[in-house]
């Protein structure tokens, strides 16, 4: 019933940007926090950046903050990643993921829907 497809991901050089989309599947999820995680090779899955239920409040990873802004278009069911100033450091596969509450969380065992992934890499 719950379906989170991510896209946008790639190839890119250092200091390059990227946009990474997350469709959701109904209007349900639309009452609820989303976010993206991250995970390296070798590494445990870490928290990007999360936003609330309406748009209205965010917050980020201190490692990404200034440089990636998560948004939100409830219309189309649709989260956003928008990545830039991108460096080797955040090449990982990032994932989207929807919570049952709307309340912005950085906690990755409060979601409760997880996306299938998408790979980023960045070059030097």
């Known amino acids: 019933q719950v379906q989170l497809v991510e896209s946008g991901g790639g190839l890119v050089q250092a200091g390059g940007s990227l946009r990474l989309s997350c469709a959701a599947s109904?209007?349900?999820?639309?009452?609820?926090?989303m976010g993206w995680f991250r995970q390296a090779p070798g590494k445990e899955r870490e928290f990007v950046a999360t936003?609330?239920?309406?748009?209205?409040?965010?917050i980020y990873a201190s490692s990404v903050k200034g440089r990636f802004t998560i948004s939100r278009d409830n219309a189309k069911n649709t989260l956003y990643l928008q990545m830039n100033n991108l460096t080797p450091e955040d090449t990982a596969v990032y994932y989207c993921?929807?919570?049952?509450?709307?309340?912005?969380?950085?906690?990755?065992?409060?979601?409760?829907?997880w996306g299938q992934g998408t790979q980023v890499t960045v070059s030097s």
């Open positions: 109904g209007r349900t999820l639309l009452w609820s926090a």
């Open positions: 993921a929807a919570s049952r509450s709307r309340f912005r969380s950085s906690s990755e065992n409060q979601y409760d829907y």
């Open positions: 936003i609330d239920s309406t748009g209205g409040g965010t």
